[in-house]
């Protein structure tokens, strides 16, 4: 069983930066796959970025690719976003998930077994 605890949320201007940071409970969190997905007002969850177990792979969305990145700290069992540029469509609630690594779709939600609550993120323009 993993518990998933993402903080770090909040409102920034249009070009600003934040970084979302995932808590994980769970002695074999180490051997789970993280993901960040999001999913703003009226519009279904999608997938931001996601990171294997050892860090080694790290996976993004195209239109992310180069603004967002996706890092861990097994020893801490944390997960980082950090997310540079932002823009307004950017807003979004913003969930981790994790999922035994089985070096496979990594960007398909349905795959992902523990999910967080979730933190806002409001960028205004």
């Known amino acids: 069983q993993v518990q998933l605890v993402e903080s770090g949320g909040g409102l920034v201007q249009a070009g600003g930066s934040l970084s979302l940071s995932c808590a994980a409970s769970?002695?074999?969190?180490?051997?789970?796959?993280v993901g960040w997905f999001r999913q703003a007002p009226g519009k279904e969850r999608e997938f931001v970025a996601a990171i294997s177990w050892s860090g080694a792979r790290t996976y993004y969305a195209d239109s992310k690719r180069g603004q967002f990145t996706i890092s861990r700290d097994n020893a801490k069992n944390t997960v980082s976003l950090q997310m540079n540029s932002l823009k307004p469509e950017d807003t979004a609630v913003y969930y981790c998930a994790a999922k035994v690594d089985r070096e496979s779709y990594y960007h398909w939600k349905d795959t992902y077994d523990y999910w967080g609550h979730g933190t806002q993120v409001t960028v205004s323009s």
């Open positions: 769970g002695r074999t969190f180490s051997s789970y796959a």
